[in-house]
């Protein structure tokens, strides 16, 4: 599977931006799509995640987008989205998009992603 994302730039904090990431090679609508995101000096971490349809489709979030951030996927175009509102500074990242077929307890841990996209660098700007 190849994972390209897209969508990140320059934003005013209190901004919305919405990333993208279109998956060839694989079969997308069985897939768990993710976004991770990695802020200068810091690990990576968990963003958001969507599970495949097989397995309800539901959503997660961490707690520092929870309500800010809303993500989606379109399985007739093979691509998930990341709709980001009131961005903020500490929102500063590079933004990753991996897939992956993780149990449900293990859905934040990067490891447990096969396939990983290039990056999108999103910058919040005060």
């Known amino acids: 599977v190849q994972l390209q994302a897209s969508g990140g730039g320059l934003v005013r904090a209190g901004g919305s931006r919405r990333l993208s990431c279109a998956a060839s090679?694989?079969?997308?609508?069985?897939?768990?799509m993710a976004w991770f995101r990695q802020s200068p000096g810091k690990e990576r971490e968990f963003v958001s995640v969507?599970?495949?349809?097989?397995?309800?489709?539901?959503?997660y979030y961490s707690d520092s987008v929870k309500g800010r951030f809303t993500i989606s996927r379109d399985n007739a175009k093979n691509t998930v989205y990341l709709q980001m509102s009131s961005l903020k500074p500490e929102d500063t990242a590079v933004y990753y998009c991996a897939a992956g077929t993780p149990i449900l307890s293990a859905l934040r841990f990067e490891s447990m992603y096969k396939h990983w996209g290039q990056g999108t660098l999103v910058t919040v700007s005060s």
């Open positions: 090679g694989g079969t997308f609508s069985s897939l768990t």
């Open positions: 969507i599970r495949s349809n097989g397995n309800s489709g539901r959503t």
